[in-house]
């Protein structure tokens, strides 16, 4: 599937995303990478990207990467997130990975 493609499908179920214009890098059941690039619009007023952004595409990784390894009969509901900050002065990139074995019933 396209970049394109995956960001469109994206920002139509979840328009806020639009908002961060994400790059997927990789996509692929238990994994993902995403990117976004620093611009006017994710940068506050120390001109560093701002929480919210970085928010964002911490979701969209999760949220993206949690829907492609799930079988389709599951359903997943978020119950946190935590987003550590290296660094925030150009674009930023995004992992999701799960690191533990998981069984679906």
């Known amino acids: 599937m396209s970049d394109i493609y995956r960001y469109l499908l994206t920002v139509r179920i979840a328009p806020y995303f639009s908002t ?3 790059q997927f890098l990789e ?3 238990g994994y993902t990478e995403v990117a976004i690039k620093k611009r ?3 940068t506050n007023h ?3 990207v ?3 952004a970085m928010c964002n595409m911490a979701e969209l990784a999760g949220g993206i990467m949690t829907d492609v390894s799930v079988p389709t009969k599951c359903r997943w509901i978020p119950v946190g997130m935590t ?3 290296k660094d925030t002065a150009g674009n930023l990139f995004f ?3 799960i690191t533990m074995n998981v069984r679906f019933a």
């Open 20 to 22: 961060i214009k994400p």
């Open 27 to 29: 996509l692929k059941p």
């Open 40 to 42: 006017r619009k994710v």
């Open 46 to 48: 120390i001109n560093t």
């Open 50 to 52: 701002h929480a919210i």
């Open 83 to 85: 987003v550590e900050v």
């Open 95 to 97: 992992r999701a990975e």
